[in-house]
């Protein structure tokens, strides 16, 4: 939040929220479990598999899961960010990209949503409430050779967001 209160626009929140959540995920899946609190709800499937094939909640949990699939992702392709403001000061956030897994070279298709809720302890920001993710494609996962990608940028309000980690500081607005 800004000195007067005020959080920054959904969309920099949004942007602000991928670019540190898919880094950590590439980099330091250890620590993905830290984005999220006792009553959040990570789901994770195919398209078209009908019901969510992970079905886990707090972060206890969701580190569990994320440590027992042994998926480290390598790199993340962002193609699209979409976020707007929602109840009670949350933000919905929708993401669409690729994701390339170590060990492979061949990247699978996907949409998630995030539901940021608000929170004030132990610091001004968000966790994420909701995660629902989805690989894309005929079979579930459209795979196709890895390429590099550009990554979008921020637009840059006046305040950060302030969904900060005991680990991870939270991202800074880009230099003026």
Known sequence: MSPTGERPPAAYTGMAFVKEYYSVLAKEPENVHKF???PSLFYRGAEGSGA???RVEGPGNI???IKSRGERACRVE???VESQESMQG??????TGYLT???T???QRFTQTFFLHPQSDPYDGYFVLNDILRYVGADGAEKQPARQAPQPQAPAPAQ???WQQPTHPPAQPPSQ
């Open 160 to 162: 950060a967001p302030s």
């Open 63 to 65: 580190d569990s899961e």
């Open 90 to 95: 949350g933000v919905l956030v929708l993401v």
């Open 105 to 107: 070279q061949e990247r």
């Open 101 to 103: 897994f170590a060990g």
């Open 52 to 54: 969510d094939e992970i």
């Open 36 to 38: 999220y609190k006792d």
């Open 78 to 80: 962002i193609s699209s």
